[in-house]
């Protein structure tokens, strides 16, 4: 799992090109709405239908603080499947380390940790 300020499918190929990876979400003030981001996920190992979730959860307290669900069917378990999801307007009450979480039919399948940080807010 990777995350990222932007991902774009090319029409031709299906490649999946990645813009902006990062691990570290600054702000100056808190509470805080960051406008948008792209979770990316390569999943293989799983044939059939799913139910995957992704969670956004706060490290201090493990405090679910989004969710998002989608249905997935894997024709072979052989071929990586990619997804992403595009999350507009999060808001993060506070600093601190944070984590998507991955499950596919409630079974954890990946995680990605990152963190948001407070910068002092620049002078004139």
Known sequence: MLICDLAIREEGSGKISLIGIFENISAIKFPTQHAL????????????????????????????????????????????????FQLAGLVFERPGGYEFRLYANNRSVGQKSFNVVQVPAPTA
Do not use: T
């Not at 995957?52 to 998002?68: A, C, K, M, P, T």
């Open 37 to 84: 981001l792209c979770v990316y996920a390569k999943l293989i190992d799983a044939q059939g239908d799913y139910e995957l979730r992704l969670e956004l959860v706060r490290l201090e307290d493990f405090q679910v603080i989004g969710e998002g669900r989608l249905q997935a069917a894997f024709a072979d378990r052989r071929v990586p499947v990619e997804f992403v």
